[in-house]
């Protein structure tokens, strides 16, 4: 691949320079996405000088650089995976077929469709959490906040790359739009429901970006088998950076339970709350918050726009190529939950309709691995209560659970206990109120606030106690 081209305007690897209209176009957005950084973004920290990691390279050694920048600097830039020489499409009808430089004309609505749904969350997250730099529990922290913040923007370009590149006028006008739809807005909110959701707090931001970036990694993984070869190349390296979002959620909460653990049993309580830290029972709401909201992202659980996306070649399963059977999956089935008479069933359904389902049973097997994690965070304390993720029934939104009382336990309830018992399940309006009242900003190097404990390492080689954001 050719190296990146730093000299221009816009960074990347995709040749910009000698395609002079969508150069032209993309110069033209930028800033529109800068003003957009600026209202919406984490503007309070313009003038600071941030540790951060900057793509400069797609290799598999060094692919980027950590240095003091101010963010509205951060060069994003535009930077696909190197192309798989005679790759072929994995899946699908034109499964062995090479795989499409260009959009395939029958497809096109569909393709785009995908391009934006991702778009849109990308800047989504970043407005969700705006504000939290204000309260960050340390400088450790807060960098790593805004690096996500840069990076989920970078996403965005990403996206708005490809519908420039390979759209035409309707492509410009949905990269516009990923500017003006904002996460929460009343007229022209966020696409998916999760986006919209406040992040108010540290505790909801690793929870976050445990959870919900990690839906991030299987959406990105199951388009990094497109046959599309652009937006497959896109979510390839976009992968990259995600690691660290998903990484400071399972550390983040980790953290969290440290700290805890060592109050409970220096001072032989469950009640640490007192003590400025968060109980357990609390730290378990917001899970079960975070975990059900996220899984109504991969939508119903059958679902025949994904059949039509798996069959079309535009969106395969996590580790696509790695699954022994036809990669068309006429014939095979699929277990999925139904609910019949009060009671949760399984039953088996078409694979090809059950592909959200199949993604997220991946998901959930992923998410289960941070929690052993965490328990044993919890079991080397010497606490013997265990977080556990919640039924997948949950409080859902989406699906087949949608409108279906669920305990965490797995048992439908009448809406009568639901009323009843939900609020011992999901974070109450007291829970929230006092993880407000724990935060409060750390800006010394190396201190951290009380309800977390330190992280075992630094950044990139650097100590814990670097001054990872300093004011100008
Ligand atoms: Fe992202
Ligand atoms: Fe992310």
Redesign the pocket.
């Known amino acids: 691949m050719g190296g990146v081209d730093y000299g221009e305007r816009i960074p990347n690897n995709v040749g910009l320079a000698e395609d002079r209209r969508l150069q032209r176009a993309l110069e033209s957005w930028q800033p529109r996405f800068l003003r957009w950084w600026e209202e919406l973004g984490p503007s309070q920290f313009s003038r600071h000088d941030v540790w951060l990691r900057t793509a400069v390279d797609v290799g598999q050694e060094g692919w980027a650089n950590f240095d003091y920048v101010r963010m509205p600097e951060y060069r994003w830039g535009i930077f696909l995976a190197d192309p798989e020489p005679d790759r072929t499409i994995g899946f699908g009808a034109h499964r062995g077929q090479e795989v499409w430089q260009a959009v395939p004309g029958e497809y096109r609505a569909d393709l785009r469709r995908l391009v934006v749904v991702?778009g849109d969350?990308?800047p989504a997250?970043v407005e969700q959490q705006r504000h939290l730099g204000a309260t960050a529990p340390s400088l450790y922290d807060l960098r790593n906040l805004l690096q996500?913040n840069v990076?989920?923007a970078?996403?965005?370009w990403a996206m708005a790359y490809l519908l420039h590149a390979y759209f035409g006028a309707d492509g410009r006008e949905e990269a516009s739009l990923l500017l003006e739809r904002h996460s929460g807005d009343q007229d022209r909110p966020r696409i998916l429901s999760a986006f919209n959701e406040p992040t108010p707090d540290w505790l909801s931001f690793f929870f976050f970006t445990y959870f919900t970036?990690r839906d991030?990694k299987f959406q990105?993984h199951s388009l990094a088998e497109s046959g599309f070869d652009p937006l497959a190349r896109t979510t390839q390296f976009?992968l990259k950076?995600?690691a660290h979002?998903m990484f400071v959620g399972t550390s983040g909460i980790g953290r969290v339970l440290a700290r805890t653990a060592e109050l409970m049993v220096a001072h032989d309580t469950d009640d640490v709350r007192p003590f400025g830290a968060i109980d357990l029972a609390t730290i378990q709401r917001y899970l079960n918050f975070h975990f059900s909201v996220t899984l109504d992202l991969f939508g119903a659980d059958t679902s025949s726009n994904a059949a039509t996306y798996y069959a079309e070649g535009l969106k395969g399963r996590f580790h696509e190529r790695e699954r022994a059977d036809d990669h068309q999956l006429h014939g095979s089935t699929y277990p999925v939950s139904a609910v019949r008479d009060g009671r949760i069933e399984v039953v088996e359904v078409p694979a090809l309709q059950a592909l959200n389902q199949v993604l997220r049973d991946d998901f959930v097997a992923d998410c289960t691995k941070g929690l052993a994690r965490w328990n044993r965070i919890l079991a080397e304390s010497g606490v013997s209560e265990r977080l556990f993720l919640p039924h997948v029934g949950f409080n859902r939104q989406v699906g087949t659970f949608a409108g279906v009382a669920v305990s965490p336990e797995g048992r439908v309830l009448s809406p009568e206990d639901w009323a009843h018992q939900s609020s011992a399940w999901l974070p109450s309006r007291d829970d929230r109120a006092f993880v407000a009242s724990l935060m409060q900003p750390v800006t010394a190097p190396g201190q951290m606030v009380g309800w977390i404990a330190p992280p075992a390492s630094g950044i990139a080689g650097k100590p814990v106690d670097f001054a990872y954001v300093r004011a100008a």
């Open positions: 991702q969350t990308e997250s996500v990076e989920e970078r996403h965005l970036d991030g990105l976009m950076e995600e979002h």
